[in-house]
């Protein structure tokens, strides 16, 4: 009796997964279908700053405190950047405290204020469109996150300040760095 129940779980068991064989890989196959989609990018032409202009002061008198306006074609300091058309850019310009002599004997204080700054996002020239299209007013210290590329692929900032020297300002040719740096922002 023992061998015809083991027979007969045998018989059962061998059933059970001839069913399940068949329940899964029997039958018509169904239709299918394959599409192909593509992953796409589009590189954005380099990043490039240049300083086309050094911030010039001139001639600089003790005790006297001298501005240079931003606007001055001849004078502001003056950065361009080239990229990609309507990329949103961010900026940052590490401006000096002072300026020094070349020997560091001296230095002259160096102020930049909240509206020492321009930018142009239609390249032109300083002096004959402030306030025009694509000029925005800037604090130096703090330029806006919305700033863009033009529409040329150039976008360039005018730099102005104020030198403030002492009374007893040694005699000399001072400078100091301004550092500008840029970089795409994704938007």
Excluded at 38 to 59: E, K, M, R
Excluded at 95 to 117: C, E, H, N, Q, V
Excluded at 132 to 153: F, R, Y
């Amino acid at each position: 009796m023992r061998s015809n129940q083991k027979k007969l779980n045998l018989r059962s068991a061998l059933a059970l997964l001839i069913m399940v064989v068949m329940l899964f890989s029997g039958g018509p196959a169904s239709a299918q279908d394959v599409a192909v989609g593509q992953a796409i990018a589009d590189v954005l032409a380099s990043l490039a700053v240049t300083s086309a202009q050094d911030l010039d002061f001139g001639n600089v008198f003790q005790g006297v405190a001298k501005t240079q306006d931003q606007t001055s074609d001849a004078f502001s300091g003056i950065f361009n950047i080239v990229g990609a058309t309507s990329a949103g850019i961010n900026i940052y310009m590490g401006l000096p405290a002072y300026l020094a002599l070349a020997d560091g004997s001296d230095r002259l204080t160096i102020a930049f204020g909240t509206t020492d700054g321009t930018i142009d996002t239609n390249n032109t020239s300083p002096s004959t469109v402030v306030g025009g299209d694509g000029w925005v007013d800037i604090d130096p210290n703090n330029i806006p996150a919305a700033t863009v590329i033009g529409l040329a692929g150039q976008t360039n900032i005018y730099l102005g300040g104020r030198v403030i020297p002492a009374v007893n300002q040694k005699a000399g040719a001072y400078a100091g760095d301004v550092i500008v740096t840029v970089a795409y922002n994704g938007t």
